[in-house]
């Protein structure tokens, strides 16, 4: 291949293009710790390319209802220009004290907070969410790819922690996150469907959303979603933690925004968001994905206000050929 570009087949959407190939308008809409970043107004959906630890301090208090943050987890992993290298647990356990001191001013007292790690870095962290919050939930997510251990189980879960700042006094829309499932045997009584329907798409049952989430997979090439980002996380997922923890016309924050996936999906549900990413590569990329969402809100497995499982695309297209 030396000296040939490697073509990319047709059907991969992948965003993966250089800062000096950007869309027309991407970079001019990056914002910096140069600009003023004091207001509400200033920063309301905005991308603001920096340091976290620099620039949430520089942003008004009490300004998000839901932070979503995905920081790096204590792993050795390259991001654009920053290597991020693994921690002993108490250094890893004072960067997270860090962001979560830097963060927490900048919540409204009712906010929520979902924090992702893998599992091993999830031991370091938990005592740490919980001298700081309250500790809602932990949820699975199975995400099914990893790569594969010769000496070990496969990691193939992701954890998820679902944080208020009060006890009882949040925000949970429950009946936004249902799960729509397949019903393998259809009980009838006295010839009527029971919790279930009858469409002409198929029968169907919309569940109650639990803490074990088996119904999203990682962003692959063929989707408009996937970016060259090394780790990042699925509009369908992200859709789920903001129907329930906020309201249309609420604010999200992301400190970590990588290819704006949080921003995106907030966007696409009618929701405000301020995203800070250290690298200005993926700030772009997320900023072009929040341009092509002015065009498109579809979220890939989310439709009729329900979450379906995986690979099911062509009973989705039915269901909507039918409505
Ligand atoms: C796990 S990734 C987040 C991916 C993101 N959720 C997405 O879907 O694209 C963590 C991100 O944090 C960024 N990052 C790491 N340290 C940072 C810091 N101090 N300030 C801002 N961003 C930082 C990395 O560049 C990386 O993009």
Redesign the pocket.
């Known amino acids: 291949m030396d000296g040939e570009k490697m073509v990319k087949s047709a059907r991969n959407k992948t965003i993966d293009f250089d800062l000096a190939h950007a869309p027309a308008g991407v970079v001019a809409k990056i914002k910096t710790a140069d600009d003023d970043l004091s207001t509400r107004s200033a920063v309301l959906d905005q991308s603001i390319n920096?340091?976290?630890?620099a620039v949430l301090p520089q942003l008004p208090d009490r300004l998000a209802d839901l932070a979503l943050v995905?920081?790096?987890?204590n792993l050795n992993k390259q991001?654009?220009e920053?290597n991020?290298k693994h921690l002993a647990d108490v250094d890893y356990q004072d960067f997270t004290q860090r962001w979560v001191d830097a963060l927490k001013p900048k919540l409204t007292p009712t906010a929520s907070l979902y924090v992702f790690s893998d599992w091993q870095t999830s031991i370091a962290i938990a005592p740490i969410l919980a001298q700081n919050f309250i500790i809602k939930n932990r949820i699975t997510w199975q995400r099914e790819k990893g790569r594969g251990a010769k000496t070990n189980w496969k990691n193939g879960l992701e954890d998820i922690w679902f944080l208020t700042l009060n006890a009882k006094k949040y925000t949970f829309n429950v009946d936004q996150v249902k799960q729509r499932r397949q019903v393998i045997a259809p009980y009838r009584e006295n010839g009527q469907a029971k919790d279930w329907q009858e469409t002409a798409a198929g029968r169907f049952r919309d569940t109650m959303p639990s803490n074990f989430w088996d119904d999203i997979s990682i962003p692959y090439w063929s989707m408009p979603e996937n970016t060259g980002?090394p780790?990042?996380?699925p509009e369908k997922l992200l859709a789920k933690t903001i129907l329930a923890s906020s309201n249309p016309g609420d604010l999200i924050l992301d400190?970590?925004?990588?290819?704006?996936?949080?921003l995106v999906t907030a966007k696409k549900l009618g929701r405000h968001y301020v995203g800070?990413?250290?690298?200005k590569l993926?700030t772009a990329w997320g900023i072009y994905r929040l341009m092509r969402a002015d065009h498109d809100q579809s979220i890939q497995g989310y439709q009729d206000g329900v979450f379906w499982e995986r690979n099911t695309g062509a009973l989705q297209r039915a269901n909507k050929r039918h409505k």
Do not use: N, R, V, W
Not at 255 to 262: C, D, L, Q
Not at 276 to 279: F, L
């Open positions: 920096g340091d976290s630890f995905d920081p790096p987890y991001y654009d920053l991020f980002h780790t990042q996380k400190p970590f925004a990588g290819a704006g996936s949080s800070i990413e250290q690298s993926y």
